[in-house]
């Protein structure tokens, strides 16, 4: 296994990797904690958290394993190289752990919280069940021969899958709506730095090790922020340009009680 060429570069390595884990997994709290302020999930696309919970699952598999199996981690070294670097460090693994469970409480608020005639469409739930299922097929096939990287690779192009497809959802909800209210714009930017901050923590490890080996041999981690970043480039630019006219303005009717307030400042405490 290789070794760190330049000690200011493993220092940038492990800021940029903290940095992209603590932004990822801190952005889960604004949606979560909306919710519970409005105790309510209007505006939330359901679809977009059940196909979130998919994939954050799969990517733990793919990053546990890595980090964690020797077995895999000799597939690995025997099919990019014994002088190459796991792609997948602790910062990923902890992120990995701390979106399923977020994801699973934002799920669970989707059961308990005021949902109007919002529902979970039949669409994301036949592609959970072919994932899962297609899956477990690749599980048995990869059982006897012991394949393990090919199975966790499977894993890997799953979350990229996911990633790609659940933001779509939301995206469109959106556009319907012509309005983000509800889908809590904290997640974004937050989700936009944690994706900046993993792609350069990719890039430094391929400058140290003077190679490129680290973003194809772990294609989905590369895909994974190219993917989020232009989704929550889009999000934002609904959200700051398309349809800020959307947020709630005094009505016309309250207008002679706001100036029957400024005429009389006792009264303003009332207002």
């Given at each position: 296994?290789?070794?760190?060429?330049?000690?200011?570069?493993?220092?940038?390595?492990?800021?940029?990797?903290?940095t992209?884990?603590?932004?990822?997994?801190?952005?889960?709290?604004?949606?979560?904690?909306?919710?519970?302020?409005?105790?309510?999930?209007?505006?939330?696309?359901?679809?977009?958290?059940?196909?979130?919970?998919?994939?954050?699952?799969?990517?733990?598999?793919?990053?546990?394993?890595?980090?964690?199996?020797?077995?895999?981690?000799r597939?690995?070294?025997?099919?990019?190289?014994?002088?190459?670097?796991?792609?997948?460090?602790?910062?990923?693994?902890?992120?990995?752990?701390?979106?399923?469970?977020?994801?699973?409480?934002?799920?669970?608020?989707?059961?308990?919280?005021?949902?109007?005639?919002?529902?979970?469409?039949?669409?994301?739930?036949?592609?959970?069940?072919?994932?899962?299922?297609?899956?477990?097929?690749c599980?048995?096939?990869?059982?006897?021969?012991?394949?393990?990287?090919?199975?966790?690779?499977?894993?890997?192009?799953?979350?990229?899958?996911?990633?790609?497809?659940?933001?779509?959802?939301?995206?469109?909800?959106?556009?319907?709506?012509?309005?983000?209210?509800?889908?809590?714009?904290?997640?974004?930017?937050?989700?936009?730095?944690?994706?900046?901050?993993?792609?350069?923590?990719?890039?430094?490890q391929?400058?140290?090790?003077?190679?490129?080996?680290?973003?194809?041999?772990?294609?989905?981690?590369?895909?994974?922020?190219?993917?989020?970043?232009?989704?929550?480039?889009?999000?934002?630019?609904?959200?700051?340009?398309?349809?800020?006219?959307?947020v709630?303005?005094?009505?016309?009717?309250?207008?002679?009680?706001?100036?029957?307030?400024?005429a009389?400042?006792?009264?303003?405490?009332?207002?």
């Amino acid at each position: 296994m290789a070794s760190w060429n330049s000690t200011p570069l493993e220092i940038l390595y492990q800021v940029l990797g903290w940095t992209a884990f603590v932004s990822w997994s801190v952005s889960f709290y604004p949606q979560v904690i909306l919710n519970f302020r409005r105790k309510s999930v209007v505006g939330l696309n359901f679809d977009f958290v059940m196909l979130n919970l998919t994939k954050h699952s799969s990517y733990l598999i793919y990053n546990a394993a890595l980090y964690f199996s020797a077995a895999v981690q000799r597939q690995y070294f025997e099919k990019y190289g014994f002088g190459q670097m796991i792609p997948v460090a602790a910062n990923d693994v902890a992120f990995s752990i701390h979106a399923v469970l977020l994801t699973a409480v934002t799920l669970f608020q989707i059961i308990i919280y005021e949902r109007g005639s919002q529902k979970i469409s039949k669409v994301s739930i036949a592609i959970v069940s072919a994932v899962w299922l297609g899956a477990a097929v690749c599980f048995f096939i990869a059982l006897p021969s012991h394949r393990w990287l090919w199975l966790i690779s499977v894993f890997n192009t799953i979350q990229v899958f996911m990633t790609v497809i659940k933001y779509i959802p939301q995206a469109c909800m959106n556009f319907v709506r012509k309005s983000t209210d509800g889908f809590s714009i904290g997640n974004i930017l937050l989700d936009f730095l944690g994706g900046c901050a993993n792609y350069g923590q990719m890039a430094v490890q391929s400058i140290d090790q003077d190679s490129w080996v680290n973003f194809y041999g772990n294609i989905g981690k590369s895909l994974l922020s190219l993917v989020s970043i232009s989704f929550d480039l889009l999000f934002m630019f609904q959200h700051f340009v398309l349809y800020r006219s959307t947020v709630k303005q005094p009505s016309p009717e309250k207008e002679p009680l706001v100036k029957a307030s400024t005429a009389q400042p006792q009264q303003c405490s009332n207002v």
